[in-house]
């Protein structure tokens, strides 16, 4: 019996088979998940760069005659028709193939002097679109004032 024991102990065929297999999953994993948390920060990047712009060109879209003159100070106003016009034509100007589904969201003044932009996008995790229908949807806000000085 004891003999019977020691000959099964010391037979270990096959035994590092599932153990490199656990571990080749657990790395692939491991590397995927790496991959998609590195994917949605770049996009959240790209989606923060178009804000950022398209903010800017929102605190600028202001003609010379809404420029006023307060206490020595030039101030210029911006109308919140004109800042979404503004970012609506900037963003249909933009190389937007990267995104997917993307919106402006928002594009107005709060107070007549800076412009806010929210754009937003869909985003799947990539080498898992095909096994995952997981989408989320990714935004962006800016704020940009015009100042003169």
Not at 39 to 55: P, V
Not at 61 to 66: Q, V, Y
Not at 92 to 110: I, S
């Amino acid at each position: 019996m004891l003999r019977r024991m020691r000959a099964a102990l010391a037979r270990d065929d096959g035994s590092t088979l599932p153990l490199v297999l656990g571990f080749g999953a657990l790395a692939l994993v491991l590397v995927l998940v790496v991959a998609a948390a590195s994917s949605l920060y770049l996009e959240r990047k790209r989606l923060f760069t178009l804000a950022d712009g398209a903010a800017l060109v929102g605190a600028e879209s202001f003609g010379l005659d809404d420029v006023e003159n307060v206490d020595g100070r030039l101030i210029p106003r911006l109308d919140p028709a004109e800042v979404d016009a503004a970012v609506a034509a900037y963003v249909a100007g933009q190389p937007v193939g990267e995104h997917r589904a993307l919106a402006v969201d928002v594009a107005t003044t709060p107070d007549g002097r800076s412009a806010r932009v929210t754009v937003s996008a869909d985003w799947s995790p990539p080498a898992l679109e095909g096994f995952l229908p997981a989408v989320l949807r990714v935004d962006a806000t800016a704020t940009a004032r015009a100042v003169f000085r």
